[in-house]
Structures are given as structure tokens and as C-alpha cells.
T-cell receptor, first 109, second 113 residues
């Protein structure tokens, strides 16, 4: 079992819709969870991190964490074509940082 | 600005060669990581280091070794390069604390022929 699992997609949504990206993790020792966005040929860039159960909002993005279910999600409201990218979920303790395989998001105009 | 710099953007090596990939960060981060990224497989952790001279195996350490003689520098070594090591290699660094961002280098596209 992979430590961090994501659906590879692609997830296709129309412009203006809400995109919902999901991730599960297996290591209950994980303490922090991250969402990175990666455009083709570029390095990942951080969108959000979360380490407490519940929701965390930043602009159009909302991260949700449920430690009991070992589940992390990212909601993107008012999706834009520029949001089309691969979204990587990651989990970490104090040292190790492990990524999922990523979900490709396609936002059509 | 935090900077993580990888020594090469593109590299072509022959099968059997010993290959060194260098990564330098300028923010005094304790943790450094080497990943490889392949289509459909995401970022797979090769090795990481949480202190000078300390190293831990990640998920796919076979065929690789690492060196961390100074805090700012983390080297990935391919002892005898093989064609299945053709990949994008990404270095990252973080502070040793909860909820801290990983900063990535620009990546090295390695082709082994």
C-alpha cells in the first residue's frame, strides 16, 4: 500500500465549477499535509498546508483534513483554465516527506 | 528568497558511468530530500537527510547513494548508471518542524544512454 494515494485523473471540470481533489494516507504518524500544484515541466509549488482536523481556507482554495479517516482533500472554487495542472498531495512528520502520484486537473473554458 | 539549486538542468550520461547530482540550499534547512519523478508514478522518495552526515532510505534507494558532508549540500550518486534511471530528479529542503513548506530545486532531467 502506498503511503499517500490519489486518483490520477484526469479530473475535468468546466470553468467556474468547484474542483474536488482527494487523498488518503496510511501513516498515522503523519502530522502535516500539503497540496502542491505542478505545471508541466516545472517544479511543484505549495498551495496550502494543513495539520489540524477540519477546514482551512485560503482564497479560492479550501483544504480539509480528517485524521480519523486518514483523508485530505482540496476544493478549488471558481475553477479557472489556469488551474489546469497536476495536484500533488504530501504527508510529513518532522523528517520524512512523502508524495502521492498526483491528480491531473483539466479546467475547460 | 529561499533558493534550492541543482547543479544541472539537463544531463546525458552513458550506461555504467558514475553520476553525481548536486543540490545546494541557502536557508539553513535541516531536512533535504531527493525524489525522482516519472509519468504516472508521481514523486518517489529516493533518500532523505535530516542532518549533516545523516541519511535515511526512502522508497526506492536501490542503485543510489547520497552524501551530506555540509548542511547546505546534498548529493545524489548513481554508482553505475542504467537506462532505467532515466528520469527527472528533484531536490527539496525543509525546516525540521510541523507544517513547513518544502522548497524545490528546478529539477535535473537525466538521460542514460
Amino acid at each position: 500500500q502506498k503511503e499517500v494515494e490519489q486518483n490520477s485523473g484526469p479530473l475535468s471540470v468546466p470553468e467556474g465549477a468547484i474542483a474536488s481533489l482527494n487523498c488518503t494516507y496510511s501513516d498515522r504518524g503523519s502530522q502535516s499535509f500539503f497540496w502542491y500544484r505542478q505545471y508541466s515541466g516545472k517544479s511543484p509549488e505549495l498551495i496550502m498546508f494543513i495539520y489540524s482536523n477540519g477546514d482551512k481556507e485560503d482564497g479560492r482554495f479550501t483544504a480539509q483534513l480528517n485524521k480519523a479517516s486518514q483523508y485530505v482533500s482540496l476544493l478549488i472554487r471558481d475553477s479557472q483554465p489556469s488551474d489546469s495542472a497536476t495536484y500533488l498531495c504530501a504527508a510529513s512528520g518532522f523528517q520524512k516527506l512523502v508524495f502521492g502520484t498526483g491528480t491531473r486537473l483539466l479546467v475547460s473554458p | 528568497d529561499v533558493k534550492v539549486t541543482q547543479s544541472s538542468r539537463y544531463l546525458v550520461k552513458r550506461t555504467g558511468e558514475k553520476v553525481f547530482l548536486e543540490c545546494v540550499q541557502d536557508m539553513d534547512h535541516e531536512n533535504m530530500f531527493w525524489y525522482r519523478q516519472d509519468p504516472g508514478l508521481g514523486l518517489r522518495l529516493i533518500y532523505f537527510s535530516y542532518d549533516v552526515k545523516m541519511k535515511e532510505k526512502g522508497d526506492i534507494p536501490e542503485g543510489y547513494s547520497v552524501s551530506r558532508e555540509k548542511k547546505e549540500r546534498f548529493s545524489l550518486i548513481l554508482e553505475s548508471a542504467s537506462t532505467n534511471q532515466t528520469s527527472m530528479y528533484l531536490c527539496a529542503s525543509t525546516v525540521r518542524a510541523i507544517g513547513t513548506e518544502a522548497f524545490f530545486g528546478q529539477g535535473t532531467r537525466l538521460t542514460v544512454v
